[in-house]
């Protein structure tokens, strides 16, 4: 019935009536050091392909991170699930 959340400059704590949370962990991809080895969008997401598989050979790429993520916790799993099962595909290969 409420959030208690703490402003990390400060320690500072806020109270907040709620009645449903949703998750969002953060609003830019942390993937600043890839600028100089794959195409970044814009807003810092690496392009994949369907399989999730960047310009390099065995790097991948999923969730928030990707260009074309919904960003969306099911999809972010799902992208994680593709990913993996690429990357076995790659590595049996």
Same mark, same amino acid.
């Given at each position: 019935?409420?959030?208690? =959340?703490?402003?990390?400059?400060?320690?500072?704590?806020?109270?907040?009536?709620?009645?449903?949370?949703?998750?969002? =962990?953060?609003?830019?991809?942390?993937?600043?050091?890839?600028?100089d080895l794959l195409?970044?969008?814009?807003?810092?997401? =690496?392009?994949?392909?369907?399989?999730?598989?960047?310009?390099?050979p065995m790097v991948?790429?999923?969730?928030?991170?990707?260009?074309?993520?919904?960003?969306?916790?099911?999809?972010?799993v799902g992208d994680?699930?593709?990913?993996?099962?690429?990357?076995?595909?790659?590595?049996?290969?």
């Open positions: 019935d409420r959030a208690l =959340v703490r402003d990390l400059k400060t320690d500072k704590t806020y109270e907040f009536p709620m009645a449903a949370a949703f998750i969002y =962990v953060g609003f830019h991809p942390n993937t600043e050091y890839l600028s195409e970044l969008d814009s807003g810092g997401h =690496v392009y994949t392909d369907i399989h999730m598989r960047t310009a390099i991948y790429a999923c969730g928030d991170a990707r260009a074309e993520s919904t960003r969306q916790l099911g999809a972010a994680g699930i593709t990913a993996a099962l690429a990357a076995f595909h790659d590595l049996s290969n």
